[in-house]
């Protein structure tokens, strides 16, 4: 993979064209970039979800602009070839138009993001307009928007009338007509996303949204069971990573109590200067 040209948003725009599925992962820090792109992952999303699965809040909402920029700092470093995009968190880009550029302006250049993620559909039309207008590629989001959990009373699936089918289909197109280069569709019926996916000349990244978008994205913490139950619902878990931390700790734990570690492999003698050079990489 280290070979490969960078992802770009053009090259995005082709993989639609072409029919090639765009796989998409969260990241949250230098090691989780590494692994992922090293896995051939497209796209790495910082997402605000790191709120979630990293700080242990019940929502996205107490997730801070500073709290984004330092993960998309270690994330933007493990990756060379993917194509990072970074979540705008709550209320950083509703304000003035100048505040969302400078909160923009941060994440492009203190976070090194690639692109910003920004939740909402025509409403946000014109904030995604303008930060186009300045040079900063945006994502749209729309369908279940977690940042308006507590104004949708809870995690349920978009779209599900016609008229709400209709009003996503809208949403998708002006964020389009606004720029945006490509969007997530989360939690929306399966032919709500293929109907919405057929209209529109940009990338569809579905999260719970079925078969038939343009790409697809999981929670890293989700696929590797870490920390948190995965949702049964939509979610798959690939590996039982979670379980093997566990199991290791525990075993170091026991090995700590019972007087089996350190052994004596594990200790340092004067006599053995040399064995000492080099532990952390460097000479």
Do not use: W
């Not at 920029?69 to 709550?90: I, L, Q, W």
């Not at 003035?96 to 976070?111: I, V």
Request: aromatic share 6%; net charge neutral.
């Amino acid at each position: 993979m280290n070979g490969e040209k960078p992802v770009t948003t053009a090259r995005l725009r082709r993989m639609k064209r072409e029919k090639e599925p765009i796989a998409v992962i969260t990241a949250y820090d230098y090691p989780s970039a590494r692994h992922a792109e090293a896995a051939g992952a497209d796209v790495l999303l910082v997402g605000d979800s790191l709120g979630n699965v990293v700080l242990g809040y019940d929502s996205t909402v107490p997730v801070t602009l500073d709290d984004m920029v330092h993960h998309a700092k270690a994330v933007a470093r493990g990756a060379k070839r993917s194509f990072v995009v970074v979540d705008m968190p709550f209320l950083t880009y509703h304000g003035s138009l100048d505040k969302t550029l400078a909160n923009a302006a941060r994440l492009m250049q203190e976070g090194m993001a690639k692109a910003v993620k920004l939740e909402g559909g025509g409403e946000i039309a014109g904030t995604v307009r303008a930060l186009v207008s300045a040079g900063v590629p945006v994502m749209g989001h729309i369908g279940l928007t977690p940042q308006s959990i507590h104004q949708l009373g809870g995690y349920f699936v978009q779209g599900k009338t016609d008229a709400k089918a209709e009003k996503l289909l809208e949403d998708a197109k002006r964020l389009e007509e606004a720029g945006a280069f490509a969007l997530v569709l989360e939690l929306v019926p399966e032919e709500v996303a293929a109907r919405i996916t057929g209209a529109l000349d940009i990338p569809t990244i579905g999260i719970g949204a079925g078969r038939h978008c343009d790409g697809q994205v999981l929670v890293f913490h989700d696929m590797l069971n870490i920390g948190h139950p995965a949702p049964k619902t939509f979610a798959k878990t690939y590996a039982d990573v979670g379980g093997t931390i566990e199991a290791a700790i525990a075993e170091y734990v026991r090995e700590v109590k019972n007087g089996l570690f350190p052994a004596a492999e594990h200790a340092f003698r004067k006599a053995e200067e040399k064995r000492a050079e080099g532990l952390y990489g460097r000479a």
